[in-house]
């Protein structure tokens, strides 16, 4: 089961305030549906370089739109990750669009004590077959991205980081401060712990994520564009 997140009068937001009617709560599962559908709307395969290698146009079913031979696929990914132990899923809710989800972010909180054990021995989920996707470059990808972690912090990979997976605003609600708001609950959990948080950012994310003081330690390339391992040291040297 996720982490739960008790909301605090001070919570971090980095950047534009964001409008009065936006709420920042925990995910819980009647949003997985919403998440699932902003997720195919922000990394759609005509907009996203990587969606559209992992979802490639030969794979796709005739007659369905691009990407939504996937949702199935991500509504079962995102289900897992919300009972995944390690993770902590947050929305913003709109209130004035009737408490609809307009953003998500996914986390992987630190390991701490007897939750050492209890990471070893977490069962993974199988993966939902999905015809749509390209698997073979969904395990490079994911291989690329296991690596750069493992050369930031050695063995123990990202159980001593606060590791944001990503985050997905609705096209239709961009430059409202949602993502300043996602962002910023993992700064200040991770700032407030003195423990690094860690990311892979896209050439688009980049100039957001440094704005939010994340320095860039490395480039590599996925799928021929450069990526960018980023970093916000908190913990002592």
Wanted: proline letters at 9%.
């Amino acid at each position: 089961m996720q982490r739960r997140w008790k909301p605090s009068r001070d919570t971090a937001n980095p950047g534009r305030v964001p409008n009065m009617s936006l709420r920042l709560r925990s995910a819980t599962e009647a949003d997985l549906d919403a998440i699932a559908a902003i997720s195919a709307a922000a990394f759609h395969p005509t907009t996203d370089a990587v969606a559209r290698r992992l979802f490639p146009p030969h794979l796709q079913p005739p007659g369905t739109q691009d990407g939504d031979a996937a949702r199935p696929w991500r509504l079962a990914r995102k289900t897992g990750k919300l009972h995944a132990h390690r993770t902590v899923m947050m929305v913003v809710a709109d209130d004035a669009l009737e408490g609809a989800i307009v953003g998500f972010s996914v986390w992987e909180a630190p390991v701490r004590g007897q939750e050492e054990e209890q990471d070893e021995e977490a069962p993974h989920p199988p993966e939902q077959p999905c015809p749509a996707l390209d698997h073979v470059a969904l395990a490079e990808m994911r291989g690329i991205v296991a690596a750069d972690a493992r050369r930031r912090f050695g063995e123990r990979d990202t159980k001593d980081v606060w590791h944001l997976d990503y985050i997905g605003v609705h096209p239709q609600h961009q430059r409202r401060g949602i993502g300043n708001m996602l962002l910023g609950w993992g700064l200040k959990e991770a700032a407030k712990e003195g423990i690094d948080c860690y990311l892979v950012a896209t050439p688009a994310g980049r100039p957001f994520y440094q704005a939010a003081g994340l320095d860039v330690e490395e480039s590599f390339p996925i799928f021929g564009a450069p990526h960018y391992s980023m970093v916000r040291r908190n913990a002592p040297n």
